[in-house]
């Protein structure tokens, strides 16, 4: 496959009331996360068959795509860069995992990071130096940010939650609500794993944390738990 045969793909697939919806969903407007982000309407399923037909992509051609004014361009681009990580040799992953640091300017929205980060810096980092994420947590990009926190869902798949923990509390004064989400997810799903060790970390700082943040965090709380968090009487 060529990367025109790529694109040609995906312009087929897509659909202009899709496109539409996902406008609003992505936030595009003037002022919000996803401004000025252009649409093919394509779903998720769509995009990922897509990806499995075209492995033969370059880093080069993934690159270009990357660069793509449509957000599914930059999607698939990217799941190749996942299903390609799984298969290949320890060289190449580290090929992958570099290739990616070097373009997180163009994983620019959510659903970008959160579908890739985990598969790729995750299981990449899950043994090795893990300072890359401490120093994208303190970026002034928001989604380099959010790579940050959701990369390490990978770790606490693996019931290592110390990175996790220490990225969240770099990120209790962060001011974007995306931010707020991910961190309260991540916590949520550690406690899910070792409930002990979210609420140490809970008592330590709910009371400063954004208030989404926390509602996210004790999501599966039993009810009477979650009101005294939210009424602040832990």
């Known amino acids: 496959m060529s990367l025109k045969t790529f694109k040609h793909q ?92 070097a373009n997180t300017k163009m994983i620019n929205n959510w659903d970008l990071v959160d579908l890739t980060a985990p598969n790729i ?8 130096n893990r300072k890359i994420l401490l120093t994208l947590a303190k970026s002034r990009n928001l989604w380099e940010r959010r790579i940050s926190i959701i990369s390490t869902f990978e770790f606490i798949r693996n019931k290592d939650f110390s990175d996790s923990l220490k990225i969240s509390k770099i990120l209790l004064t962060d001011k974007h609500d995306l931010i707020h989400k991910a961190v309260g997810w991540m916590l949520r799903e550690i406690g899910k794993r070792s409930l002990k060790t979210e609420e140490k970390f809970l008592i330590a700082h709910y009371k400063k944390m954004p208030r989404t943040m926390l509602r996210y965090a004790i999501e599966k709380f039993p009810e009477k738990k979650r009101l005294e968090y939210l009424e602040g009487k832990v």
């Open 10 to 101: 995906l312009k087929k697939a897509g659909n202009k009331k899709t496109a539409e919806t996902l406008k609003w969903f992505f936030k595009t407007g003037k002022g919000e996360y996803g401004e000025g982000d252009k649409f093919l309407g394509i779903k998720v399923p769509q995009i990922r068959e897509i990806a499995a037909a075209n492995q033969d992509l370059t880093l080069a051609e993934i690159q270009k795509a990357l660069r793509s004014k449509f957000h599914e361009e930059r999607l698939c681009a990217l799941l190749i860069l996942v299903d390609r990580y799984s298969k290949v040799n320890w060289e190449t992953k580290e090929e992958i995992f570099r290739f990616y640091l």
């Open 121 to 128: 810096l995750g299981k990449h980092l899950l043994k090795g």
